[in-house]
């Protein structure tokens, strides 16, 4: 290798590694160096996530109550979205499944192709896993 790129890079390389052993060993956080202070307080956001919530509700009572349709509450809300998300990873499930099925019967199929053997179906090879279970 040329002389003058590993000088190159030996000077590069050692400047990275100053730069980080100054990081690690000055006496001050990067924090205090900059001054930087939070604007606001984990207790803050939480009350804020908070009142975003009661005036999200409170938005969403008031075009059910034009409509008739009743109230929506936390719980119901809460309950409500965790019907969802069952049903959303239960359909998630099935599909997996499927895929899973489609996946080992062209495994199959191929494997039966090599060999000279006709082709399965679908509802032949379930058949066999029912069978077998």
């Known amino acids: 290798m040329d002389p003058f790129a590993v000088i190159m890079l030996g000077v590069v390389g050692g400047l990275v590694v100053a730069l980080l052993l100054l990081g690690l060993f000055h006496p001050r956080t990067g924090a205090e160096a900059l001054d930087w202070r939070p604007t606001r307080s984990a207790e803050l956001e939480i009350q804020n996530e908070i009142d975003d919530l009661d ?52 495994a199959k199929n191929k494997r039966r192709r090599a060999k000279g053997l006709p082709e399965i179906t679908r509802e032949e090879y379930e058949a066999g896993l029912r069978s077998d279970a």
């Open 55 to 106: 005036q999200m509700l409170e938005a969403a009572n008031v075009r059910r109550r034009r409509r008739g349709d009743p109230e929506l509450t936390e719980d119901s809300l809460r309950a409500d979205v965790g019907a969802h998300m069952a049903e959303s990873l239960k359909r998630r499930e099935d599909h997996l499944a499927d895929l899973e099925v489609v996946q080992m019967l062209d």
